[in-house]
């Protein structure tokens, strides 16, 4: 009897430790998803605002790395709006607004370099960062990218007029959140010139 009794304690102690281990993985992969889901947005599978400051943590990171070895840290801010995003979602429907901002994401993915940072900060709105890239540089890339996008939406079969403003701002001088918020002002500027030439 103590052999029955000694072979279902070992059994069921096994069958415990597995459940065991099998909850902690399940819970490491909900912890996993979740970060995912806190740290990017749904729609285009970039970054969101939350991730920004961790970005910003990144740049700061590597432009004390670079100051240390007597480099110049150069690097741009981009602040993108998209043009007629409204209107699509209004007529269209926010499905087809789905669409067009997973478009805007892939190209921004396949166009742009690995070690560029590309958040998705809400609605139509995107914040792109260029390590040791300079303004006109940054501003030829983006012109590509804006030049690309009514290609692409028609390749996706998205009947959509849809384009985006963007403004540059480059470092040094300022430091990374004055970027942004002088990027964001040019690109402001940018759709006031544009609107009074129309």
Same mark, same amino acid.
């Given at each position: 009897?103590?052999n029955?009794?000694?072979?279902?304690?070992v059994? #069921?102690?096994?069958?415990?430790? /597995?459940?065991v281990?099998?909850?902690?993985?399940?819970?490491r992969?909900?912890?996993a998803?979740?970060?995912?889901?806190?740290?990017?947005?749904?729609?285009?599978?970039?970054p969101?605002r939350?991730? /920004?400051?961790?970005s910003?943590?990144?740049?700061?990171?590597?432009?004390?790395?670079?100051?240390?070895? @007597?480099?110049?840290?150069?690097?741009?801010?981009?602040?993108?709006d998209?043009?007629?995003?409204?209107?699509?979602?209004?007529?269209?429907? &926010? $499905?087809?607004?789905?669409?067009?901002?997973?478009?805007?994401? $892939?190209? *921004?993915? #396949?166009?742009?370099?690995? #070690?560029?940072?590309?958040? &998705?900060? @809400? @609605?139509?709105?995107? *914040?792109l960062f260029?390590?040791?890239?300079?303004?006109a540089?940054?501003?030829?890339? *983006?012109c590509?990218?804006?030049?690309?996008?009514?290609?692409k939406?028609e390749?996706?079969?998205?009947?959509a007029n849809?384009?985006?403003?963007?403004?540059?701002?480059?470092?040094p001088?300022?430091?990374?959140?004055?970027?942004?918020?002088?990027?964001?002002?040019?690109?402001?500027?940018?759709?006031? $010139?544009?609107?009074?030439?129309?």
């Open positions: 009897m103590s029955v009794l000694f072979v279902f304690l059994l #069921t102690n096994l069958l415990w430790a /597995f459940v281990y099998i909850l902690v993985r399940y819970n992969a909900c912890n998803e979740l970060r995912v889901l806190a740290y990017s947005n749904p729609v285009t599978q970039l969101n939350r991730a /920004f400051d961790r910003m943590i990144q740049l700061r990171t590597q432009q004390e790395r670079e100051q240390k070895q @007597g480099r110049e840290h150069v690097f741009s801010v981009a602040y993108l998209l043009d007629g995003f409204k209107e699509v979602n209004d007529r269209l429907g &926010h $499905a087809v607004g789905d669409q067009v901002l997973q478009v805007v994401g $892939a190209l *921004l993915r #396949t166009m742009l370099c690995s #070690t560029d940072i590309k958040l &998705h900060i @809400g @609605g139509d709105e995107f *914040l260029f390590p040791g890239m300079g303004e540089d940054a501003v030829r890339k *983006l590509e990218i804006r030049k690309k996008l009514p290609r939406l390749e996706e079969s998205i009947n849809v384009s985006f403003s963007f403004g540059v701002a480059s470092s001088p300022c430091d990374h959140a004055e970027l942004v918020e002088l990027a964001e002002l040019n690109m402001y500027r940018w759709k006031e $010139a544009r609107s009074a030439r129309r």
